[in-house]
């Protein structure tokens, strides 16, 4: 699994040089004693350092592997084995003022699988998911887990639809579903050569219309996904940005729905479809008891009330009925 930039680990504690520093001073020692004292304080002064030399490495080299454990639980992530967000964290200083291409992928459905099939499903779930981004992820790219159901390709070498399209070949490939899903993910890609955080926000903002509109992998557009705060946060959505009469997504059934001014995935418009069908059969219902003066009496909607709301119903149904069902029309 490819992982890329990868931080330096803690430094030696105990230098070459210091070693060399202390021999030779010790060196020194050793003739003086034998020259001025005797040959036997200078042998004991030998074994001395030569004993205290050997514990001090010993010491050194146990304290060394101890901070390289400390590094790398730190650095790695224990699910996953990819680096974690300190490592993102030092590759985006790195990054800043050079060009680089960021991916932000999001896990789909990932609470569903944790609901359904229990959290072991969950983990598999999120191993098919990192596995799927390896395959896209270049060798000289970073990528990495922030946490959650977020991970990050840092990519300096690669364009944006370069990126963006290795990620949607990988995302489309058959493979071995967790539960009855396929391990998938809303991924955006952004590209700049400034501040690396703040592509990693317009990536962000990419992630967040493909979330919308049920496309895969998208990459960021200013014109469709907002242009982030200087600090990387997303201006809040308002309602007439939702009901624009352009969409660069027009292509794909799901954003028919923007056209139609409803912003939501095909799992929303399914579930806003049952509900209208649900109150257009109470109302109905309504409409029965008010217009022959049988069954449930209800308290205040009269007929006139009940025909205009069964009209508004059915208008939106007829609407979101071909989005769902295109080859039905």
Known sequence: MSTGFTPDPPRR????????????????????????????????????????????????????????????????????????????????????GAAVTIALA??????????????????????????????????????????????VILAPDTGPNELAAAITATLAEPGIPIGELLP??????????????????????????????????????????GIPNRDGSRPPLRRRDQRSGTDPLASTPATAAVQAGLVCSETDMATILRAVRTAHDWWALVLEATSTGTGAQPPTPTAQTA?????QYADLAARIAPILNPDRQ
């Open 13 to 96: 504690l105990l230098r070459v040089g210091s070693v060399i520093g202390s021999a030779a001073a010790a060196a020194t020692t050793t003739m003086a004693l034998e020259h001025f004292v005797h040959t036997t304080a200078a042998a004991t002064f030998l074994g001395v350092f030569a004993a205290a030399t050997a514990t001090l490495l010993v010491c050194q080299h146990g304290e060394r592997r101890r901070a390289s454990a400390v590094w790398a639980a730190a650095h790695r992530d224990p699910l996953t084995g990819l680096p974690t967000r300190a490592v993102v964290e030092q590759a985006l200083n790195a990054a800043t």
């Open 106 to 151: 999001d896990a789909d459905d990932l609470k569903v699988v944790n609901e359904v099939a229990g959290h072991a499903a969950g983990d598999a779930y999120l191993h098919g998911i990192a596995a799927r981004l390896a395959a896209a992820t270049p060798s000289t790219a970073l990528l990495a887990r922030l946490g959650g159901d977020e991970f």
């Open 184 to 225: 998938q993910a809303s991924v955006g890609v952004a590209a700049g050569s400034g501040d690396a955080r703040y592509t990693l926000a317009q990536a962000d903002a990419a992630l967040h219309t493909a979330k919308r509109s049920g496309h895969p992998v998208l990459v960021y557009a200013p014109e469709r996904d």
């Open 307 to 311: 025909q205009e709301h069964m009209a």
